[in-house]
Structure formats: C-alpha cells, structure tokens
C-alpha cells in the first residue's frame, strides 16, 4: 500500500531562496544618494510556487546582517530617522549613483554554487511560475561610519518569518537553513562626499533682448541677461546640479550712490527645473516688468540680471553678496557666494 504524499496546508509559506544584487557598493554619506539594491525572492505556498501577497510585499524589511534585531527605517519622507546613519527607500530620488561604484558581476564560489543547485532544482521542480525582483534603494548620512552588510526579512501572512542571513522562525520554533545565508557581495560602503571651493564654481553670462520702455523702444543701459552657475569638479568637467537657494534671493547694486545716480543692477534666481523667478521683496525694480522664465534646463541654476535706468539709492537697499546653496548631481551639498564687483555696475563675482 502506498504511502499518502505529504501534502503543505494551503496557507503554509515558504521562502525557498534570496538572491540580492548591490547594483552599487559606494554612497556619499550626504543622506540623498541612494545605492540600487535588487532582491530575487523565490516562494511557496501550499507546496506551490507562489508570490507574496500585497501585505507580504509592503512588510519586507531591510536590517543589518550583524545585527539581526537591526532595521533599517524607511525614510520616503525625507525623514531624519535612521540607524547609524543608513536608511531605506522603496523609490529612487534621482540622484546621480556613486561614480567609483563598479559592481563585480563575477559571482563568488560559494553564489555559483547555490545558483547551479538552483538550476538542477529548476529541473525536477518545473514551475511556470517566475521569481519575483523587488528594488530598493538605501541613503548614508554623515553618521554612517561603518560598512553596511545588507539583508531582509520576509514575514508571511501566517506570522513566519524568512531572513536572509538564513535563519527563520516559523510555528512558534526558530531554524537556520544555510541556503538561505547571503552573505556574500552584499556589503555597502560609505563614502565622504567631495565638498568643491569656490573656485570650481563659473558664471557664464549670456544677453538677452534688451527690455524695451512705456513705448515699446528699446532704452540703452536697460537689460534683462541670464548668468549660469556651472560647477567644474577636479578634472574641469561639469557637474551637474539639482538645486539652489539664494540668500537673500537677490541683492541691487549701484556703481555709486552719488546724487543723481539711477543706474542700478538688481538679481533674481531660478533652482534647476523652476519656470519663474525668485525676486526678493525689499529689491525695487522700477517702472520696466521683471523678466520672465519660458524654460529652465534641469542641472542649470541661473541669476537673473536686470539692468535699470530708474532706481534711486535708498535705505534698506539689499546690497551685499549673496550666499548660495546647491545640491549637486550627487546629492551633496555645495555653498559659495555671490557678489557684484566694486566700482563696476554690472559685474558679478564668487566669493
């Protein structure tokens, strides 16, 4: 008489195999860059190849692998939490990876060989259905001073719990099941973001149609022109950036404050992406409009600079030098200032 073939009850889960991909093992320690992770599940239940359930999905957790007890918070939010300084994020933010992050795609012996146990495995368990992959990104802030070794834990609807350092808990009882165990090439470095001088930073000025009078003529001295902010890293190459703020958001300047003079400069700025202007509220402008912004390239941060014919010197006139705060394609945060040049009426300087 045959045996009865054992058969799982229909809700009993299984993780059978985690396969996870650093697509990058560097990340500036500026808290915005974000390294790539990819994670392979294979599941059953019931016996039967099955996927996660959307509560299964949404419940994956990334941890520390020395530190089981260890989760990485989630900060979507652009939260401040984090644990030691790492935190996750299931979106990506867009921010350029880590440039000296080269993933090794040779995979180490001990990968090879689970991957071609896999394949025999593949061979007598046939299943239509394919794996799931599951992307998930990871950010250091400057208090991650330590490698990060990754690793995640599933929980199953019916309480189990699968963890990649091979352990698990299930029915009340806790196990280690080796082929479980990645710990191999999972590892996550933190890095010092380059901070650049002042020197790197150029202003390339471009004119533009000269603003035209009451009338409609064209008056001499009177201009609206663009000076772009470009960022130059060691190698003369331009970095592109992400955002700016200005402070004050924009500063008048006269050649002289001598009786009669009424030729000012005035600025104004626009972060990359923005389509209109940011003036500051104490700068008079005069009786000609202030320009207006049709396109704004994303990686370009630009200064509005407007020369007038009307504007007396006055008290409370913001004429100083103009701090600067850019996030550059990385994520970093970068600072310079602005300043109009002595005894020049129209010409800008980093300071």
């Not at 073939?5 to 500036?28: H, R, S």
């Not at 530190?67 to 990485?72: F, K, R, T």
């Amino acid at each position: 008489m045959m045996k009865p073939t054992f058969q799982a009850p229909e809700d009993d889960f299984q993780v059978t195999a985690f396969t996870i991909t650093l697509q990058q093992t560097k990340v500036y320690r500026n808290g915005l860059q974000q390294a790539r992770i990819k994670l392979r599940l294979e599941a059953k239940r019931g016996g039967v190849a099955a996927h996660l359930t959307e509560a299964e999905e949404k419940g994956i957790c990334l941890f520390d692998y020395e530190a089981e007890e260890a989760l990485l918070p989630y900060t979507d939010d652009y939260s401040a939490v984090d644990y030691r300084g790492w935190a996750a994020q299931h979106e990506g933010r867009g921010y350029d990876y880590h440039p000296a992050s080269r993933r090794d795609d040779s995979p180490s012996i001990r990968k090879w060989i689970r991957s071609l146990l896999r394949r025999i495995r593949s061979i007598f368990w046939s299943s239509d259905l394919p794996p799931q992959d599951f992307y998930f990104y990871v950010t250091a802030n400057e208090k991650a001073l330590q490698n990060l070794v990754v690793a995640f834990a599933i929980t199953g609807d019916d309480e189990s719990v699968y963890r990649s350092n091979g352990w698990y808990d299930k029915g009340g009882k806790r196990d280690y099941n080796p082929g479980l165990d990645e710990d191999t090439g999972v590892t996550l470095a933190p890095d010092s973001p380059i901070v650049y001088s002042s020197d790197n930073f150029v202003l390339s000025r471009r004119p533009t149609p000269s603003a035209a009078d009451s009338d409609g003529h064209l008056a001499d001295d009177i201009f609206n022109d663009i000076v772009v902010i470009s960022l130059r890293d060691a190698g003369g190459l331009s970095l592109a950036l992400r955002h700016m703020t200005c402070t004050p958001a924009g500063v008048i300047h006269w050649i002289n404050k001598l009786e009669g003079t009424m030729n000012p400069c005035f600025t104004g700025y626009a972060s990359p992406g923005d389509t209109d202007f940011k003036w500051n509220d104490k700068v008079q402008t005069g009786g000609i409009p202030k320009p207006t912004l049709a396109t704004n390239d994303r990686g370009k941060c630009i200064l509005a600079l407007c020369g007038r014919i009307d504007i007396r010197p006055y008290p409370g006139a913001p004429d100083g030098s103009i701090a600067l705060r850019l996030i550059d394609a990385y994520g970093t945060t970068q600072t310079c200032g602005l300043r109009f040049v002595d005894h020049s009426r129209d010409d800008l300087e980093v300071v």
